[in-house]
């Protein structure tokens, strides 16, 4: 499912919004929709609030397709920077006022790392994420995994390590705010 899409892809779709072509759109929301759903949920934890982000997400690049740079990554990071930052402003919005402040920031830094680890997941290839699915869910070794998978164990090892390695970052706050300048907090 996480493939990798080319920058050529990424600019025409991008031109393709600025003409206010609808199918564009389309386009987009079938290729990014589970991505953006799946981090607001994680993020808010309630199916409608997911639901309402995704919306918004989409109603966003929908009105500023050129808030895309394709300096600054591919497409697909850059519509979950904008999930990510939605549902977190979101979930201080929804917060605010129950608790400590402390405890709010707790919450927003533990929403915010789970919904990375689940872009990382998403994200990495194919053959990591299988390794990482195989140790994690059915509780495999690497030995196990090699076998599983028909590799070395050597090359099994390489795929678990490297994959933890990867998730690791998750717990790592970005050195900027997640959402475009200008995007708004409702």
């Known amino acids: 499912m996480a493939k990798d ?5 990424d600019r025409r779709m991008q031109q393709r919004l600025a003409r206010g072509e609808a199918a564009a759109l389309g386009e987009l929301y079938d290729r990014f929709a589970s991505l953006v759903h799946g981090l607001a949920h994680r993020v808010l934890g309630d ?18 397709p050129d808030a895309y740079d394709p300096k600054q990554g ?11 930052g939605q549902a977190v402003a979101r979930l201080r919005q929804v917060e605010f006022g ?10 927003v830094r533990s929403a915010n790392a789970a919904a990375r680890a689940d872009y990382i997941v998403t994200s ?4 990591l994420r299988a390794a990482l699915e195989l140790a994690y869910f059915k509780r495999r070794d690497y030995r196990q995994a090699a076998a599983d998978l028909q590799i070395s164990e050597d090359e099994a090892r390489r795929r678990l390590r490297l994959g933890l390695q990867l998730l690791s970052t998750a717990n790592v706050l970005p050195r900027e705010d997640p959402a475009p300048r200008g995007y708004g907090t409702t």
């Open 5 to 9: 899409v080319p920058p050529r892809w």
């Open 47 to 64: 199916e409608k609030a997911a639901d309402r982000i995704t919306r918004e997400v989409f109603g966003y690049i929908w009105e500023n």
């Open 74 to 84: 591919s497409m697909r990071s850059w519509v979950a920077r904008i999930a990510q």
């Open 98 to 107: 129950r608790g400590s402040h402390e405890e709010l920031e707790q919450k």
């Open 124 to 127: 990495m290839p194919a053959p």
